[in-house]
């Protein structure tokens, strides 16, 4: 077990430094930094100065094994924008962030594992063509339709919830509903699917046969091995909940680090979507970094494969 997460951590390892150079290449992607920064009415004096007191004029590497080494300090520089400096900024808005795709990801997963296995359970029955039902429409609507739709229920209708907000834990309730339903139609499939495949399997008639209850063999038997690929696939979710939540936070109004990286590249703000894309690709790898490693402990030949 302790050479599979060596191995794993460092695979993890070199794709953190991969994605850190990309990142950092954002910053020459669109021309001249120092033009970006001057702005239009600027002349070549004020763009060399500015050239001058980033560091732009210093060869490429060694721009980047500064930005490095800093970021891995915490630092990101300066917000171009703000005019703060972008951890601190970022500091702020991620708990935002972090709240609804942690209640986003349990929503879906609560939802979509009961659902999955259900439809597995009883195939062509009401519950299976209603879970694929669930299914389509939810990989058919938009997430800011669906948005709307509740706002204009829960909200503007019913008066039950906030409309937008981070007040309280009820501004969370329809964002979560809103992200985490986004994420369902995927992971509700393949329990579905994995389910239907392990019930079939010899190890199932058996644990049947020596007269274990349904629910054992259910949830003991077949969920542990149909809920492998799951894993993977929640960890790669919970990454696209936090990267992606943009538009929810857009729609909610919810000041988080989603809604910030659309600031920053409406402003042209570089250092702040340099560090915002490194973030969220950390999240990326340490939640597939971790799902590696619980899928190695529920499946040990995964030790060795």
């Given at each position: ?5 060596a191995?794993?951590l ?8 991969t994605?850190s150079?990309?990142s950092?290449?954002?910053l020459?992607l669109?021309g001249d930094?120092a033009s ?5 009415g600027a002349n070549d ?7 001058s ?16 080494w800093?970021?891995l300090?915490?630092?990101f520089?300066q917000s171009?924008y ?5 951890s601190?900024?970022?500091a ?16 879906a997963?609560a939802?979509?594992i009961p659902l999955?296995?259900?439809a597995?359970?009883r195939?062509?029955?009401?519950v299976d063509?209603?879970a694929l039902f ?7 609507m938009p ?7 509740l706002?204009?229920?829960?909200a503007?209708?019913l008066?039950w919830l906030?409309?937008?907000g981070?007040q309280?834990w009820t501004?969370?309730v329809?964002?979560t509903v809103?992200l985490g339903?986004y994420?369902?139609?995927?992971i ?7 389910m239907l495949?392990v019930l079939?399997?010899d190890y ?9 209850g ?10 542990r ?7 993977s696939l ?6 696209f909940m936090?990267?992606g939540?943009i538009?929810?936070e857009s729609?909610f109004?919810l000041?988080g680090a989603g809604f910030?990286?659309w600031e ?7 250092p702040t979507v340099?560090a915002?894309?490194?973030i ?8 597939t970094?971790?799902?590696d ?8 030949r995964m030790?060795?494969?």
């Open positions: 077990m302790l050479s599979f997460i191995r794993r460092g695979l993890a390892a070199l794709v953190a430094l994605v150079a990309l950092f290449g954002l020459f669109s930094p970006a920064i001057a702005g239009e004096a004020d763009i060399a100065a500015i050239r007191f980033y560091g732009f004029d210093r060869p490429v590497i060694v721009q980047y094994g500064d930005w490095l800093s970021a300090h915490g630092d520089g171009y703000f005019q703060l400096p972008v601190s900024l970022i702020d808005r991620l708990s935002v962030t972090m709240t609804l795709g942690v209640c986003g990801i349990v929503f997963l939802v979509a999955g296995v259900a597995a359970v195939p062509n029955s009401i063509r209603l669930l299914s389509v429409v939810g990989q058919a997430s800011f339709w669906f948005g709307l739709l706002i204009v229920l829960f503007v209708k008066g906030p409309p937008s981070t309280s501004n969370f329809m964002p809103v339903y994420a369902m139609p995927a509700m499939r393949l329990t579905r699917a994995g495949e079939g399997a199932i008639r058996t644990a049947r046969a020596k007269g274990a349904e629910w054992r063999v259910l949830f003991k038997h077949a969920l091995n149909a809920v492998i690929p799951v894993v929640a960890a790669v979710q919970m990454g936090l990267g939540s538009v929810v729609v109004a000041h910030l990286a920053s590249i409406g402003r042209n703000d570089l340099q915002l894309i490194l969220f690709s950390m999240f990326y790898i340490v939640f970094f971790l799902a490693i619980l899928n190695a402990w529920l499946d040990p030790r060795t494969g």
